[in-house]
Each structure stands twice: as C-alpha cells, then as structure tokens.
C-alpha cells in the first residue's frame, strides 16, 4: 500500500460526446431483451462520438478550458498533463504533448505524458500524479478518456449497452491530504479484454502477407 500525506483533487470535469445513443432503440435486440438489460443494468443512453463533427481531443480541450476557468489557474502554475487512454487520436505525438502545445502551457520544467491504459487508468494516474505531488510539483491536470465506440461489439449483450465515449479533467493541487492506494494485478487474463488488431504483431504479419 502506498500512502500520500499530500495532494487534493479540487475539481473534475467530465464531458461527453454530442451523439445520444437510447438503449431503448438498438436494433440488434429484440424488445424483450432489451426491456430486460435496461432494466437489470439501469443504463438508459449513452454518447458517442460523432465523427464527422468532433474528435476526442475537442472534448479534452474542453474540459481543460473549462477547469482552467471555474479554477482561475494562471496556466504557468500548472507543472503536468497526464492523459490515461487507450484510444490514440493519432499515433504520435502524445496526446498530453498535444494539448501542452494547443492550451500554451509553458515549456521549461513541464511534465506531459500518455499512460496506456483501459479501466483502472485513472486510478494509475492519480497515483502518478500523487506521487509527483509528493516530490514538489504543485499543479496537475489528469485526463482521462476513451472512445470506446471503437471497439465494444454492439452485437453482444454483454457491451452493447453499457460503453460509451467521454473524458475527464481532473485537477489536482499539492495541499495536505490523506490517501491510500493499493493495486492488483491480473495479467494471465488478457485474452478476456483482448483487442488484436492495429498493434505491432499484426501489422508484422499483414506485411508478410503481401
């Protein structure tokens, strides 16, 4: 377990995507399943990106614009971003380095940096950041976000009511505060979350197909 005496969360910002999805009119399903999986899972509609109108970085920028101004932070006092995702708008730069440059934060000792990871990301991020706080940086902003439209199945009962797309914009500042963390990990079951394809191996293997 890691424990931390400083750092606070002062702000989060969640935003969503402008497509509205109602769970009520999927047509993959037959109206009794689906009065049931509602029902059962609570989960009425969900965003998605529409993306022909916005990408994930629009909802990135914002939600820092927006937490940069109910914060009032001069830009120059904040010394990281951290974006968790698994869904890359590009393959590089970074996506953090990105939104360094398009928000102008400042250049000289400035941390900005992707971490790849799915469901526990933001507890991983707020980790890193917290134990940046506890070595003197004073102001993080922490994304999170994926367009998870990308890849759930909307055949399968299982995902095709529950994902959608979003991100947020944690705020994190170095004050007095108590947390804990403590993690588990279980790597022998990666083929149940498995998404194959668009990764290295399989590029490999298409060029040799040709």
Request: charged share 25%; net charge neutral; hydrophobic share 40%.
């Amino acid at each position: 377990m890691q424990k931390f005496q400083r750092g606070k969360i002062v702000h989060i910002c969640s935003v969503a995507p402008s497509k509205k999805i109602l769970n009520s009119q999927i047509d993959n399903f037959d109206e009794k399943d689906k009065k049931k999986i509602i029902k059962q899972t609570g989960v009425e509609q969900r965003y998605v990106l529409d993306k022909e109108k916005e990408k994930i970085s629009d909802l990135y920028l914002k939600a820092a614009d927006e937490t940069l101004k109910i914060l009032a932070w001069d830009k120059d006092s904040i010394d990281a971003i951290i974006v968790v995702s698994q869904s890359n708008e590009f393959r590089f730069p970074a996506m953090a380095c990105y939104l360094q440059g398009i928000l102008n934060l400042r250049k000289d000792n400035f941390l900005a940096f992707d971490v790849n990871l799915g469901c526990s990301g933001y507890v991983y991020g707020l980790n890193i950041a917290y134990n940046y706080i506890a070595n003197g940086l004073n102001r993080i902003l922490l994304f999170a976000g994926d367009i998870s439209s990308d890849v759930v199945d909307f055949n399968a009962r299982d995902t095709a009511f529950l994902f959608g797309d979003g991100v947020s914009c944690t705020a994190i500042e170095n004050k007095a505060c108590k947390s804990y963390f403590s993690f588990k990990t279980l790597g022998e079951g990666y083929d149940c979350i498995i998404a194959p394809y668009g990764g290295g191996v399989y590029a490999n293997e298409r060029c040799r197909s040709f």
